[in-house]
């Protein structure tokens, strides 16, 4: 068995500025043991519950929903299709249509995968200004889709599964709900499903079918967590 690690590197926040959606909590570090003082090495992080590559419990936008240390290790490990979105422009959709076409490259349907990964490559961006900002939108009637199909965990290797409505030139200075910039993510009122953000290296995965992992922290009422996701392939 072959692993790929699916994972950005964590680091403080001024090490990378653009590693997560601009209004999350900036990443620290601090020391609190040192080789010349107590005789060993650690720190201590503050950390975002979003931070790096993630997965949002449905408590993230459904106060009834499930929070991320009540989530079955199963939901996050077993098989995945990747469906290839990298050719698609900045901030495009990604719509009913292109979904369809593309499970149709890949079989046709999701048969035992119940983790659907959306490639756009904009894992590339990570460490640039751009990363914030250059994304694919998946709308709310194609993560419906998704849901239909069977699927139970929608990844993205971009910073956010859907462009915020509230970045939208019409929209600035408007007070939106959560809800409303986000309507996709609001589903998870509807639906029981997780998403998954910043997940890196999907290039790297020679095959769209394959074993994906990515367990979160047991973080006791979570709205979500950093994972360690990698693609597990047969030798
Ligand atoms: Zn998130």
């Not at 990443?27 to 950390?47: D, I, K, P």
């Not at 590339?124 to 993560?143: A, I």
């Not at 953000?197 to 999907?202: K, T």
Request: charged share 20%; aromatic share 8%; with cysteine.
């Amino acid at each position: 068995m072959r692993l790929i690690d699916l994972t950005h590197p964590i680091v403080p926040f001024d090490q990378n500025p653009w590693a997560q959606f601009p209004a999350a909590p900036k990443n620290m570090v601090g020391l609190t043991g040192a080789f010349e003082g107590v005789g060993w090495y650690s720190r201590a992080w503050y950390l975002g519950e979003h931070c790096g590559t993630h997965v949002d419990a449905s408590i993230h936008f459904n106060p009834d929903g499930q929070p991320v240390d009540e989530i079955p290790l199963e939901d996050l490990c077993g098989p995945a299709v990747m469906l290839d979105f990298s050719h698609k422009p900045a901030g495009a959709d990604v719509t009913v249509a292109e979904l369809q076409a593309a499970l149709g490259r890949v079989g046709g349907s999701l048969g035992d995968a119940r983790i659907v990964l959306v490639r756009s490559d904009r894992s590339k961006l990570w460490g640039r200004p751009e990363y914030q900002h250059d994304m694919l939108n998946v709308p709310p009637e194609s993560t419906e889709w998704l849901i239909r199909q069977g699927a139970r965990v929608l990844g993205t290797d971009g910073c956010v599964w859907e462009v915020d409505r509230g970045t939208r030139p019409e929209n600035l200075g408007r007070r939106m709900t959560g809800a409303e910039r986000f309507p996709s993510h609001a589903l998870m009122r509807k639906h029981h499903f997780l998403i998954l953000e910043n997940v890196a290296n999907l290039h790297a995965v020679p095959v769209p079918r394959f074993t994906f992992v990515g367990l979160p922290l047991k973080l006791v009422g979570g709205s979500g967590s950093p994972i360690r996701a990698a693609a597990i392939l047969p030798d």
